[in-house]
């Protein structure tokens, strides 16, 4: 559900960390909002169970996937145990001005479920 249990309620996939030691203002957060299960598969931040990222850069700056009519970011999750979620996920990020993007390319994940 959420990334602390029980704090949500909502189904789906939400993947948070923070640069608590180098730098207290970098922080990821991806994940896939579904009205159910989140399973293998590959989610887009356009179709129905929606993929999304926020990217906030050591400057304080907002990046977040930005798709208008096309998916400009995909989650691919590989495996769905009750331990663990393992996935990849890639695609353009663009700042909060809409000004600049970055390509995110070859990200990784494998979490334990809380």
Same mark, same amino acid.
């Given at each position: 559900?959420?990334?602390?249990? %029980?704090?949500?309620?909502?189904?789906?996939?939400?993947?948070? %960390?923070?640069?608590?030691?180098? +730098?207290?203002?970098?922080?990821?957060? /991806? %994940?896939?909002?579904?009205?159910?299960?989140?399973?293998? %598969?590959?989610? #887009?931040? !356009?179709?129905?169970?929606?993929?999304? /990222?926020?990217?906030?850069?050591?400057?304080?700056?907002?990046?977040?996937?930005?798709?208008?009519?096309?998916?400009? /970011?995909?989650?691919?999750?590989?495996?769905?145990?009750? #331990?663990?979620?393992?996935?990849?996920?890639?695609?353009?990020?663009? +700042?909060?001005?809409? !000004?600049?993007?970055?390509?995110? !390319?070859?990200?990784? /994940?494998?979490?334990?479920?809380?």
């Amino acid at each position: 559900n959420g990334s602390i249990p %029980g704090s949500s309620g909502s189904a789906g996939l939400e993947l948070t %960390g923070i640069d608590s030691f180098a +730098n207290p203002h970098s922080k990821i957060d /991806f %994940g896939i909002v579904s009205a159910g299960a989140v399973g293998p %598969g590959i989610y #887009t931040d !356009t179709s129905a169970a929606k993929a999304y /990222f926020n990217y906030v850069d050591s400057l304080g700056q907002t990046w977040t996937a930005d798709s208008v009519s096309n998916s400009s /970011f995909t989650i691919v999750v590989t495996y769905a145990g009750a #331990t663990n979620v393992q996935g990849t996920y890639s695609g353009m990020i663009k +700042n909060q001005l809409g !000004t600049d993007s970055i390509a995110v !390319t070859n990200g990784i /994940f494998s979490v334990p479920v809380q």
